[in-house]
């Protein structure tokens, strides 16, 4: 690709004037420091458009020649030189700006607001702690050497603001600058979970679900209700149904206070040590099974492709039923069972489900006298 010549042949800077075609810069207090054939470029590019903010990958396609998006960290390496030579103080920058998840701006002139100058230099939040991780918003640093692309801490500047709520796909796809791109976002969101999560292949910071988009945990998740009798009768009730039920996916969810917890499995969600693999957890009246608990009554779907509330687990399913268990007159739990099948749980199901729920519910133990 074949260098093109400079936006503008010299550019009038607060510190000095840049000459564009001989790569120099002199200083207005004397001396004269050698520019790079890419900061020379760069620096016209900015120049052409002063007080613009310009994203960085429109920088990597229109000066360096990249096409399309990169995760190349060539401009900010070129800014960091380019300050040294042309800044009084290269740590407080006042023209060449970074624009916080967008890009840089170049302001020429030396009257430049110092509120101004704090605002677009600094992040929201200059740290953030996501459990045993630390995130530097301001340089894209993570505990344990991980560097995030811009992108990246703009997407958990986006999520953070949410402060815990759903932001769906095509918002942070805007915020991003990856709107029609959901692959592109896709694959952010796997990369941000490889440098932040303990275990990416079983996230608990950032959170995906279908039709609701995003989630940013900043805690970790508490930890799940303690076990006891009921629980160990939970266990029973789901390997009894994977093994004399007729279902191939059984899992039962144990209710505390608004959250409903995975417990108890039978079939892929069964880990090898007993254990519920990647055990979720609901809010009440999320999905289907929080439909359950919220209601108190079954939930049959034919085909949840075809029903918002469907949550994905571990595997894909077609069809999903999602009975509660009463006891004491409330719900404490829920039995849910999902097959690749549409139309695989039909009558003869629930009706199985709700007599084992049943027994199941004399398994818990009375509230205290007095509780609501």
């Known amino acids: 690709m074949g260098m093109t010549p400079p936006a503008v042949p010299t550019l009038r800077l607060a510190t000095g004037t840049a000459n564009l075609v001989r790569h120099s810069f002199v200083r207005d207090g004397g001396g004269t420091v050698r520019l790079t054939t890419q900061e020379a470029r760069l620096l016209g590019h900015l120049g052409a458009r002063p007080g613009e903010d310009i994203d960085r990958d429109q920088l990597l396609v229109e000066v360096w020649g990249h096409r399309g998006a990169s995760l190349s960290r060539a401009v900010d390496a070129t800014v960091r030189r380019l300050r040294r030579k042309i800044e009084h103080d290269p740590a407080a920058p006042r023209i060449l700006l970074t624009v916080h998840g967008t890009g840089y701006r170049l302001v020429p002139d030396a009257q430049v607001d110092e ?24 340089t894209g640093e993570v ?22 709520g759903w932001v769906s796909a095509e918002r942070l796809g805007v915020a991003v600058g990856l709107r029609q791109r959901p692959g592109a976002l896709h694959n952010l969101i796997y990369r941000l979970r490889q440098k932040l999560e303990p275990d990416p292949a ?9 039709d609701l988009g995003y989630r940013l945990t900043a805690r970790p998740p508490p930890s799940p209700p303690p076990a006891g009798a009921h629980v160990e009768a939970l266990g029973s009730v789901a390997r009894h149904l994977g093994l004399a039920g007729g279902v191939s996916d059984c899992v039962v969810y144990l209710r505390d206070g608004d959250t409903l917890w995975q417990v108890a499995a039978f079939g892929p969600k069964l880990g090898p040590d007993g254990a519920v693999r990647a055990p979720m957890r609901q809010a009440i009246g999320e999905g289907l099974v929080g439909v359950a608990a919220a209601t108190g009554r079954p939930v049959r779907v034919a085909d949840v492709h075809h029903d918002p509330r469907y949550l994905p687990d571990l595997t894909p399913a077609r069809s999903e039923l999602a009975v509660p268990i ?7 739990g829920v039995i849910d069972s999902e097959d690749p099948t549409p139309g695989h ?26 509780s609501p």
């Open 115 to 138: 509120a101004e100058v704090a605002r677009a230099h600094q992040p929201a939040r200059a740290r953030l702690t996501l459990g045993a991780r630390s995130v530097d918003l301001a």
């Open 345 to 370: 749980h039909g009558p003869r199901h629930e009706a199985v489900f709700v007599s084992l729920a049943a027994i199941a519910a004399a398994a818990f133990p009375a509230p205290p006298r007095g």
């Open 143 to 164: 505990d344990g050497g991980a560097l995030l692309t811009a992108k990246e801490r703009l997407a958990l500047e986006r999520l953070l603001r949410a402060e815990g």
């Open 202 to 210: 079983r996230p608990r910071l950032l959170e995906c679900k279908r």
């Open 326 to 332: 009463c006891a004491y007159g409330s719900v404490v």
